[in-house]
């Protein structure tokens, strides 16, 4: 039974840092390429970062580009997301996705995790 389990969400004020994790079981990790999403209320779900199997290729949403850095680290099992310079908008919930590739399509990722809740004030 494949597991992701995101956790590191909490409240933060404007202009601070966070480091999300997601941790992975049941699956070949090293495997699957690991992206994460957000939703924010009243909005899709919608592409963050992605990074690739072996950790070569990354791939950022304009909107966190230069602000959020995406890693992993297979013997772990684990893929990070570090967020910095957070904005108000950052605020969403937060998710990790396994896909067989790296690709910014919701759909086109096998297995998700729960999610966790991300909220910057201003």
């Known amino acids: 039974q494949v597991q992701l389990v995101e956790s590191g969400g909490t409240l933060v004020q404007a202009g601070g840092s966070l480091r999300l994790s997601c941790a992975a079981s049941g699956l070949t990790f090293r495997s699957y390429a690991m992206g994460w999403f957000r939703r924010a209320p009243g909005k899709e779900r919608e592409f963050v970062a992605v990074?690739?199997?072996?950790?070569?290729?990354?791939n950022y949403a304009d909107s966190v580009k230069g602000r959020f850095t995406v890693s992993r680290d297979n013997p772990k099992n684990t893929v990070y997301l570090q967020m910095t310079s957070l904005k108000p908008e950052d605020t969403a919930v937060y998710y990790c996705?396994?896909?067989?590739?790296?690709?910014?399509?919701?759909?086109?990722?096998?297995?998700w995790g729960q999610g966790t809740q991300v909220t910057v004030s201003s």
């Open positions: 990074l690739s199997a072996n950790g070569a290729f990354t």
């Open positions: 996705g396994a896909a067989k590739a790296p690709d910014t399509r919701v759909y086109m990722y096998n297995y």
